[in-house]
């Protein structure tokens, strides 16, 4: 199959400190993991995406590695890995790791001797210093963006940091050498070659104990340039050489980024797009702002909500631009991830998630279910700073980590340990869900998102291979998968109606591609091509709620969802 198994992939997040504690140690790990797998196979997903695992101080919480090949002993060890990757295959589940590629910890070997050295590596250093400091640097000194931070031993001078002071950029190389700042070693030189053979290293190892890809954290942070453009171009030009060797040794491995990887021209060195939690597309559609406020982006009203002040264009136009020239290209749409909140956030109820998980699972993505959601977990607000989750004085990311919440047990069932010893508290609410509960009720979360992921994998019209057309864009927002197959979504507290003839005796046909088409009273035009009549009758309802059909409209309550089969007449057949 190659890489094609992605396209089919219904993935899963798994923040391995929060998902189930064998020991009793309060701390999440792999045996846990293993214990859980068949709660993780009954949901139906195919691939587990695991939060950093590696050696680490925990100081951003595994995201700054001091060993890339060794897991970290509070979650297990390096044969704990490999049992439970063979163990998920047995249940046609692939598992994914989180790859730090463009900085380390302070404790990593490889920064405590050069910070020890008294000048660079006769080998070429792996890290970027310099004696003094720059004219030319990254003008704001905070979380996510380069800064130069003192050295704190022997070595003199300063060195760029990534993100958290504790995370060292890897040298990678500069765009554009200086004669005044020797420093800015060419992408060429003997520290780049280093790192980048060690990069080959460390995917090489955990592909050989058989995991399937790699998500790839700040993954365009490589290369160096103040102006950023070419300092992308030239990452992306390292990732297409990995992607040659891998093309070659490992065919079936994956690479995907955090975020979109910029277009440069050429081929596109990874496998997919993901539109992140704290982006704006996918802030524009959930984003309610009772986590916080993300200080990268304007706050607007989210479409998913119930006053229904939202709109999706924001998202269709970030999607439709990540298609352009590439239109069977996959992008990951999660419920929620590490990084910010969960759907169910602030005063949205569970009875708000039936459209948002309708959407995120029939919409043309590649879905990614954040541990917990398939229950309808909270964010829990007001929680302490943990392994720095909080990084702006804007939001904590805490209250998306909380336990995972198994039963009605001591600590939801996630650890036996002493409540003080836990990662993070329990949600406190008497009233948290737990599989458990949900586990044999028809009604519950999980019994949704169970139906949801089984009518996916059974209908391809729903999935990332068929085309979208989007046949009105508010609400209700409505759209045709596959000229098969018509969801409608009301996620507002309001009724709202759809006028049939906006779908039937429409003009524009749909893309066979997966790009996505705008027709019907939506406004602009998407990136599909074609034209022709394209006569759809609304059919048999497969799954519905709240949805009526009278006098030539479909009528919604609020909250109310519905896919419907549709059929082409006879003349456009």
């Known amino acids: ?31 846990g993991v293993i214990d859980r797998l068949d709660h993780i196979a009954s949901l139906g997903v195919n691939v587990i995406w695991f939060n950093p695992c590696f050696a680490s101080p925990f100081v951003d919480a595994g995201y700054d590695v001091s060993d890339y090949l060794t897991i970290a002993p509070r979650y297990g060890t390096n044969e704990d890995m490999a049992e439970l990757v063979v163990k998920a295959r047995q249940k046609g589940i692939r598992v994914l790791l989180d790859l730090v590629a463009g900085h380390t910890s302070i404790e990593h070997p490889w920064f405590r001797k050069e910070l020890a050295a008294d000048g660079p590596d006769p080998e070429g250093d792996r890290y970027i210093w310099c004696e003094e400091l720059p004219v030319r640097s990254w003008k704001r000194d905070m979380p996510g963006t380069p800064a130069w931070v003192r050295s704190p031993g022997p070595r003199r001078g300063y060195y760029l940091k990534n993100f958290y002071d504790e995370q060292p950029a890897l040298n990678f190389g500069w765009v554009g050498a200086s004669p005044d700042e020797p420093w800015r070693d060419p992408i060429d030189a003997p520290g780049p070659r280093r790192n980048r053979q060690a990069l080959r290293d460390i995917i090489a190892y955990w592909l050989g104990l058989g995991v399937a890809g790699f998500r790839v954290d700040m993954a365009f942070s490589l290369v160096k340039d103040e102006e950023l453009a070419q300092g992308y171009a030239e990452t992306v030009e390292l990732w297409r050489e990995i992607r040659s060797w891998l093309e070659a040794d490992h065919p079936d491995a994956v690479l995907i980024p955090e975020g979109g990887e910029p277009r ?250 997966g790009a996505t088409t705008t027709t019907g009273t939506a406004s602009g035009a998407g990136s599909g091509a074609g034209s022709g009549a394209a006569d759809f009758t609304v059919g048999e309802p497969i799954w519905t709620s709240g949805v009526t059909e009278q006098n030539g409209e479909l009528r919604l309550d609020g909250f109310a969802y519905g896919i419907f089969a549709t059929s082409r007449s006879a003349s456009d057949a």
């Open 1 to 31: 199959m190659g890489r094609e198994w992605l396209a089919d992939a219904v993935m899963y997040e798994i923040y391995p400190q929060s998902f189930a504690d064998s020991d009793g140690d309060g701390v999440g790990d792999l045996r």
């Open 264 to 513: 440069t021209g050429g081929s596109l060195a990874f496998d997919a797009d993901f539109f992140l939690v704290i982006k704006d597309a996918h802030a524009s559609l959930f984003n309610n702002h009772y986590a916080g406020r993300l200080p990268f982006q304007a706050p607007r009203e989210p479409f998913f909500d119930a006053e229904g002040k939202g709109s999706t264009r924001p998202f269709l136009d970030a999607w439709n631009g990540a298609r352009q020239g590439h239109p069977d290209r996959p992008i990951i749409l999660a419920t929620a991830d590490h990084d910010f909140d969960r759907l169910r956030c602030g005063p949205r109820t569970p009875d708000q998630l039936g459209t948002a998980l309708i959407f995120l699972f029939t919409w043309g993505n590649v879905p990614c279910l954040y541990y917990g959601d398939e229950i309808g977990m909270r964010y829990v607000p007001g929680l302490p700073n943990v392994e720095g989750s909080i990084c702006n004085p804007g939001y904590n990311r805490a209250g998306c980590r909380t336990p995972m919440q198994w039963d009605d047990g001591v600590n939801a069932g996630f650890s036996t340990a002493d409540p003080s010893r836990l990662y993070l508290p329990i949600d406190p609410d008497p009233d948290r869900p737990t599989v458990a509960a949900q586990e044999n009720d028809p009604d519950s979360t999980l019994a949704f998102v169970r139906k949801l992921i089984a009518l996916r994998r059974a209908t391809p019209a729903l999935g990332t291979r068929a085309s979208t057309r989007v046949v009105n864009e508010g609400y209700p927002f409505a759209y045709v998968r596959g000229g098969t197959h018509l969801v409608v979504l009301n996620p507002r507290r309001e009724p709202a109606t759809l006028d049939i003839s906006e779908i039937v005796g429409e003009t524009g046909t749909e893309t066979t591609t």
